[in-house]
């Protein structure tokens, strides 16, 4: 069983820059792909970013393609997600997750991930 732990959150103005993590226990992260989602109060979660385990593949949502980047240290079992230029609008919460079956990648339906990390606060001020 792996369990995920986001960290990295914090406040920042905008056009600037963080980078979440996401950190893994669990003997076979290697084999998983992950996903990196958002979610603000009243709305749905939103997907952001995935990461086939072969770091090769990689997905991103139309609004953070260009200045988000998700990476991942197998050795380290832990993903990244790189966030520049960064706008109010990108406020939310999150979150990391598992993509449950890897037949199922390039999906960005959050019902389609699990094992969901607690979450971490990116608030952008303008």
């Known amino acids: 069983q792996v369990q995920l732990v986001e960290s990295g959150g914090g406040l920042v103005q905008a056009g600037g820059s963080l980078k979440l993590s996401c950190a893994a226990s669990g003997r076979t992260f290697n084999n998983y792909a992950m996903g990196w989602f958002r979610q603000v109060p009243g709305k749905e979660r939103e997907f952001v970013a995935s990461?086939?385990?072969?770091?090769?593949?990689?997905y991103y949502e139309d609004s953070v393609k260009g200045r988000f980047t998700i990476s991942r240290d197998n050795a380290k079992k832990t993903v990244y997600l790189q966030m520049n230029s960064l706008k109010p609008k990108d406020t939310a919460v999150y979150y990391c997750?598992?993509?449950?079956?890897?037949?199922?990648?390039?999906?960005?339906?959050?019902?389609?991930?699990?094992?969901w990390g607690q979450g971490a606060q990116v608030t952008v001020s303008s």
């Open positions: 990461i086939h385990w072969n770091s090769v593949s990689t």
């Open positions: 997750a598992v993509l449950r079956n890897l037949q199922g990648w390039g999906t960005r339906n959050p019902k389609d991930f699990g094992l």
